[in-house]
């Protein structure tokens, strides 16, 4: 199994630019997550998912868009870059059944510079 | 909501020693604790994690505790190696369907050899 895996690792954008952060699992978990970690900080919950076409926000969801047609994949759609969107973005994933929680897979990890 | 706090950031220890890191949190309702280790350039990794129903659980040279009542909980690593050099952060849910971690602000762990 590749685990969690994120397209692209780096990416630098002008402000005002859209682009679409890429996030894959095989080990056919239900719940995916989206969070982004500044310098210093903590990782914070953008959005996350429970299931195909199902979504909700997290803690920061402002500035984020997010889908989930398949089980597999659950990308981040950036509208309009502004710097303050510069940070390093992770997915994650987990399976939940009664008398879980179960252990949250992480991606990589996207690295995005906006300026 | 919930607010995790971590201390300290950073943290020196030498090879063998023991470390510990402490965090608290702010909802009674949280009652699942996991911590994370990051490595450079990589996710995060959880090394373990405790349910509240539970004081204490160890990982052979890894420990946690929790102390519902003050509300903190705490890492304890012992006969450091220096692999075992990361930021570490802790975390605190609710177990309830989607599993929406809150963070603390990371310790960067060093260990002198």
Redesign the interface.
């Known amino acids: 199994n590749a685990g969690?895996t994120q397209t692209p690792k780096f990416r630098i954008l002008k402000i005002g630019q859209s682009m679409t952060l890429q996030c894959a699992q095989d080990m056919n978990h239900n719940?995916m997550?989206w969070y982004r970690q500044d310098p210093?900080?903590?990782?914070?919950?953008i959005y996350?998912s429970?299931g195909a076409g199902i979504t909700?926000k997290?803690?920061v969801p402002n500035g984020y868009n997010v889908s989930r047609s398949t089980t597999e994949d659950f990308p981040l759609r950036l509208e309009l870059a502004a710097p303050s969107q510069t940070s390093v973005y992770?997915c994650?994933s987990?399976y939940?059944l009664p008398g879980?929680?179960y252990?949250?897979f992480?991606?990589?990890?996207t690295r995005l510079t906006v300026l | 909501g919930e607010n995790v706090e971590q201390h300290p950031s950073t943290l020196s220890v030498q090879e063998g020693d023991s470390a510990v890191i402490k965090c608290t949190y702010s909802d009674s309702a949280s009652n699942y604790f996991p911590w994370y280790k990051q490595e450079l350039g990589k996710g995060p990794q959880l090394i373990i994690d405790i349910r509240s129903n539970v004081g204490e659980k160890k990982d052979q040279r890894i420990a946690v505790t929790l102390n519902k009542t003050a509300k903190h909980f705490s890492l304890h690593i012992t006969e450091t190696q220096p692999e075992d050099s990361a930021v570490y952060f802790c975390a605190a849910s609710i177990i309830q369907g989607a599993q929406k971690l809150v963070f603390g602000q990371g310790t960067r762990l060093t260990i002198n050899p």
């Open positions: 969690v719940y997550y210093g900080m903590g990782l914070k919950l996350y429970v909700d997290g803690e992770f994650a987990s939940f879980g929680p252990e949250q992480f991606g990589p990890g």
